[in-house]
């Protein structure tokens, strides 16, 4: 759909102020393409300038991170925490310590966050932030030193009802405890609800671990159902190892799936039996090792160096590592190869020429604002649990992610019908997530 001329100006401006994000530039793009048609129905939102609003992120803090290496020497970093939108509640989204980090990546996902955030039904705004430090190949006296240096700096803007961090691309439980142990040395305070993704025994939630990567297959499940199908004996490719892409494999194996290939930044497995989830689990989460020493475990098992994932034939494609992974060449190539559904583990994982060619050729689309909003949305469980001092069960709190992943997919699907797109979930999910924030800034006036 092409930008009305309103939209195409917001959308130069947005470029002209935020020079060189590319990412940033790409996010908003796509949000401001579904948006003609809700502009239509309520010109209030345009009179209010609440998209103009909405590309501007409240508050942004740029700080200096030193810290020592194992060595002695003094290392550098860069960290960032963008607070993009506060509407629907206190800042809420993950921490990205990886070395491609820089301002336009953190924009870009705290944008995203914004909408998802909207979707998932809980009261959290969006935001992000992180680092361009790398934790691969750290000691964990390496990674306790960053994380306390960050901490001791990101302190000041976060709080339980202000804004609360949770981890993302190379921040896990380990990091997660770090920085909680900095904030709560700092504050004098146990404020638990500051953080999401803690540990079981200091005020973590059942299921967080889990809930992206469930969550993203229970959203799929739903989309596949929608044309009366399932996982059932479907061939799956799941890109990435890490958090997201261990509990896509556990829950795709479990509802009659069978993931056939993985991979990391170095290379590809390909299992033809299923991959098997005990080996990736103790690999990545224990020995932190690289995925091609899988092979090792299953030698019918074949690793490719600088493989291209895409290239598996599979029928449900779950990117689930980085951004632009799916390039328009790749989703051509998984619709030839029999690809009928696509589950956004990632954020932001498919350019947007491979958006155009799987919503062209019919492909189910789950965009990662909706298909991976199961991971903020157990944080926001965890946050819940927290204020209550409560702390649910493992199945209680998976059935409430179902049910919200449930939620989400009707509400995509609802707003894409409405709005004169039907099946178009990236339509439904920026439509939907956008009203809600929307609503809530015009009621808080000007601000
Ligand atoms: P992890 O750090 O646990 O795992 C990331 C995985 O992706 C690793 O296998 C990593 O390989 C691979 N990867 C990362 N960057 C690149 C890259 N530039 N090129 C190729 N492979 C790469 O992160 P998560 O699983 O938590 O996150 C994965 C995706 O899911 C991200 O897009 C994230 O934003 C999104 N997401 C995560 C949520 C969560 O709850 N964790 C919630 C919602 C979305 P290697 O080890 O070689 O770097």
Redesign the pocket.
């Given at each position: 759909m092409a930008l009305t001329e309103r939209l195409e100006a917001i959308f130069q401006e947005v470029i002209k102020r935020n020079p060189g994000e590319a990412e940033f530039h790409q996010a908003v793009k796509e949000v401001l393409e579904s948006l003609g048609p809700v502009l239509v129905k309520y010109p209030e939102f345009a009179e209010a300038k609440v998209i103009e609003r909405i590309c501007e992120p409240e508050r942004q803090l740029i700080f200096r991170v030193p810290w020592q290496d194992d060595k002695g020497e003094v290392q550098i970093n860069r960290g960032f925490r963008v607070q993009f939108n506060s509407a629907l509640g206190p800042y809420k989204g993950?921490l990205?310590f990886?070395p491609?980090v820089y301002l336009g990546i953190i924009k870009f996902?705290g944008f995203e966050q914004i909408f998802?955030n909207s979707l998932t039904g809980l009261p959290i705004g969006g935001a992000k932030g992180g680092s361009d430090f790398e934790p691969?190949g750290k000691s964990d006296g390496e990674v306790m030193r960053f994380c306390q240096s960050f901490m001791t700096e990101l302190w000041r803007i976060i709080g339980e009802h202000t804004d609360v961090p949770?981890?993302?691309?190379?921040?896990?439980g380990r990091e997660i405890g770090y920085l909680f142990g900095q904030y709560k040395r700092l504050t004098n305070k146990f404020e638990a609800g500051v953080l999401t993704?803690k540990g079981l025994v200091y005020g973590g939630s059942q299921v967080?671990t889990e809930?992206?990567?469930y969550g993203c297959t229970y959203f799929v499940e739903e989309m596949l159902k929608g044309k009366k199908n399932g996982f059932k004996g479907k061939k799956v490719v799941v890109?990435?190892?890490?958090?997201?892409?261990?509990y896509t494999l556990e829950k795709v194996k479990e509802l009659g799936g069978k993931v056939v290939a993985?991979?990391?930044?170095?290379g590809v497995i390909v299992d033809e039996k299923g991959c098997n989830v005990e080996t990736v689990k103790r690999l990545?989460e224990i020995e932190r090792r690289?995925?091609k020493d899988y092979c090792e475990y299953h030698k019918h098992a074949k690793y490719i160096h600088n493989g291209n994932i895409w290239d598996v034939p599979c029928e449900v494609a779950m990117p689930?590592?980085?951004?632009n992974?799916i390039t328009g060449k790749d989703a051509k190539k998984l619709v030839k190869n029999g690809c009928i559904a696509v589950g956004e583990?990632?954020?932001?994982?498919t350019t947007p020429e491979g958006v155009h060619v799987f919503l062209s050729a019919g492909v189910l689309f789950g965009p990662?604002k909706a298909a991976?909003?199961?991971?903020?949305a157990t944080?926001g469980l965890e946050m819940q649990q927290n204020a209550s001092r409560e702390a649910w069960g493992f199945e209680e709190t998976d059935a409430k992610l179902h049910q919200i992943m449930k939620n989400v997919y009707q509400l995509c699907s609802e707003a894409a019908e409405e709005f004169g797109s039907p099946g178009n979930f990236v339509v439904g999910a920026n439509i939907a997530g956008f009203i809600k924030v929307a609503r809530a800034m015009i009621a808080h006036g000007i601000v």
């Open positions: 993950g990205r990886h491609s996902l998802k691969k949770a981890g993302d691309i190379g921040v896990g993704g967080r809930a992206t990567g890109s990435g190892s890490g958090n997201v892409a261990i993985m991979s990391d930044s170095n990545k690289r995925i689930s590592a980085t951004q992974e583990g990632a954020n932001m994982p990662g991976n909003a199961g991971g903020v944080s």
